[in-house]
């Protein structure tokens, strides 16, 4: 085959379903190519189509899905129009794994729990390939090596559960690549990851589609990805390609008024971040995070420690302990917005959790100020105590759907933190939760709605109206906004300043995005294992990171300019060179 003919061609595919409410129309006539050694990116907001035509590349189309078009994939053994297939077909079987692997978004789900990761790669190279016995055991070890996993050949007795999101996400892409495919799918790889490890993923991805020569169809939300990984990219919106063309093309001249608002709307870092010498090799030193005192302090944590046994011995007497959080000290504002970021596993979500009580501290002060004034002790609060100070202390998290309960109406999970507190008037409940609706930018009349009758960004709309029920004076967000769609997170940090700026709000802020919080944040805390290594304004943290773990999760943002990700990439490798 020469590289100068396409790997894949989609013409004019289209994907409906047959609905009660009527024809849902979800893929709309999309065309696309891809050569062999190309990236192609597809981007767009959830619901756009571009999961549905990564499917039925695989021919792995909802069984309700009605398709039209071409789909015709030329590999190994010549031309095959996979739409032609059966779903079940023997070259549909040869093909998925075989000549196209795919890497899913979410590994933990994607990877059987009850296997382990080597019978899994095993599982694949039993089915494309004619190796047996130590010949897999070898194949399935090499691959391990090949995706940077550590102690390859012990790697394969691990299962899933027992490895970090990052090597699950290389494990998957192992099992993806065991067959040599001439093209790969990649669905969302990076969304769930921490900035160090997706930075990690995007220079595999890259390194191994180079060496192999394989063809990418790169699906994302992030743009900063598609700047550093593609050669073309697609923009998808409501199903219908409005877009298309090469990266710099579209990033500097884009054309539809959809990709010009999508672009408008990326979190950048400030242009005084140190972003654009990424190359420098000289780090500084670490430097002990040093505090400057805060005026009207509103929560103030001091040694804060917590500490989970991991091994005990025969009496029961704890033997080893994972320091999650040790002797972590920071101080928030009124008003303000504290960022706390890190990377997953650092102790962001466990000191949230800790200050919030939902976790009993194993040692160290959290002092909060209450409206009135009054300051108290939160370590050492008990029973209705403690219930009675949550009502000024609340959380929004991650993942709306799974936070908000799927057999309670809108009303229910809104007015439930008034119910705890004691309330039980229904008719001040509903009025208060209609109440809230409006001021989240939601209507009324979604009361009786239950969750799955929302958007992503809707359900995150609940979640902040429930948060703010109680009338709260503090309120943690812990990867509030990480999962939505650029747009939608967009919204959301615009509608939680709007609040704050009206009801007086303080936030701890917890995410892994650098680029959000630059945006979001008065000040940052950096934490490492469970310390914080360094906090600072926003503005001096971004132009000058103090500790080097700062500036190793500062220089591995993607950056949402093609230009200088190519320059960056070039400096990268000449600076590998010549320290060779």
């Keep these: 085959m020469k590289n100068d003919e396409n790997l894949l061609e989609i013409e004019d595919l289209k994907v409906h379903f047959d609905l009660r409410q009527g024809r849902l129309h979800a893929v709309k006539g999309v065309n696309l190519s891809i050569k062999p050694g190309e990236v192609l990116g597809v981007v767009g907001e959830s619901g756009s189509g571009k999961s549905l035509t990564a499917r039925a590349i695989l021919n792995l189309m909802p069984r309700s899905a009605q398709t039209s078009g071409s789909v015709r994939f030329r590999g190994r053994g010549g031309e095959v129009s996979i739409l032609d297939q059966g779903r079940e077909s023997k070259t549909m079987r040869e093909l ?81 690549l065991s067959c040599n495919p001439s093209l790969l799918l990649a669905d969302e790889p990076t969304t769930a990851l921490d900035v160090t490890t997706e930075a990690q993923i ?11 020569n394989m063809g990418v169809l790169f699906i994302t939300h992030n743009f ?75 929560l103030t944590v001091k040694g804060l ?17 994972l320091k999650a959080v040790d002797d972590v000290s920071f101080t928030i504002g009124r008003g303000e917005t504290f960022g706390l970021v890190g990377e997953s596993g650092s102790g962001k979500s466990t000191v949230a959790r800790s200050v919030l009580r939902a976790y009993e501290p194993t040692g160290g002060s959290v002092q909060f100020r209450a409206p009135d004034g009054a300051t108290h002790e939160l370590t050492t609060m008990t029973g209705d105590t403690l219930r009675g100070m949550r009502r000024h202390m609340q959380m929004v998290f991650q993942d709306p759907y799974s ?34 609706l409006v001021q989240v930018g939601l209507q009324p009349d979604m009361l009786s709605r239950y969750p799955h009758a929302f958007s992503g960004g809707q359900r995150q709309r609940v979640g902040i109206a429930r948060a703010l029920v109680t009338n709260p004076s503090f309120v943690v967000l812990d990867e509030s906004v990480s999962a939505l769609d650029v747009s939608i997170a967009a919204q959301t940090i615009n509608l939680l300043k709007e609040l704050q700026e009206n009801l007086g709000l ?19 805390g950096v934490m490492q294992k469970g310390k ?8 001096a943290f971004f132009a000058n990171p103090q500790d080097p773990y700062s500036q190793r999760l500062l220089n591995a943002v993607p950056i949402p300019d093609p230009r200088r990700a190519r320059a960056l990439r070039e400096r990268r490798a000449a600076l590998a060179g010549n320290a060779a």
């Design 202 to 212: 995007l220079d595999l991805i890259r390194d191994l589609q180079e060496r192999f």
């Design 224 to 298: 900063g990805v598609v700047a550093e990984l593609a050669d073309r990219m697609l923009v998808m919106n409501h199903g219908d390609v409005v877009e298309t063309g090469g990266v710099d093309d579209i990033f500097y001249a884009p054309k539809d008024p959809y990709t010009q608002r999508l672009l408008s709307l990326i979190p950048r870092l400030p242009e005084t971040s140190m972003a654009d010498n990424r190359d420098d090799t000289t780090p500084a030193q670490a430097a002990a995070p040093v505090e400057a005192p805060v005026s009207d302090p509103v």
């Design 506 to 524: 303080t936030y701890l802020f917890i995410t892994h995005d650098l680029s959000m919080v630059a945006n979001f944040a008065d000040r940052i």
């Design 403 to 436: 936070s908000l309960n799927p057999r309670m109406t809108v009303e229910q999970l809104i007015g439930e933190p008034m119910v705890n507190q004691g309330e039980t008037n229904s008719n001040q409940i509903r009025d208060r939760a209609a109440e809230l």
């Design 96 to 176: 998925r794994g075989g000549q196209i692997g795919m890497i899913f978004q979410e590994p933990m789900t994607a990877l059987s729990p009850v296997h382990s990761i080597g019978q899994q790669v095993m599982r694949t190279l039993t089915l494309h390939t004619d190796l047996r016995k130590a010949a897999l055991t070898d194949r399935a070890a090499e691959l391990m090596d090949l995706v940077g996993l550590p102690d390859p050949r012990g790697m394969l007795d691990k299962y899933p559960h027992q490895l970090s999101g990052g090597m699950r996400q290389r494990a998957m892409i192992a099992m993806a």
């Design 305 to 321: 420690k917590m500490h989970f046994p991991t091994a005990k011995d025969w009496r029961g007497r704890t033997t080893q302990v």
């Design 532 to 539: 914080l290594v360094e906090t600072g304004d926003t503005g």
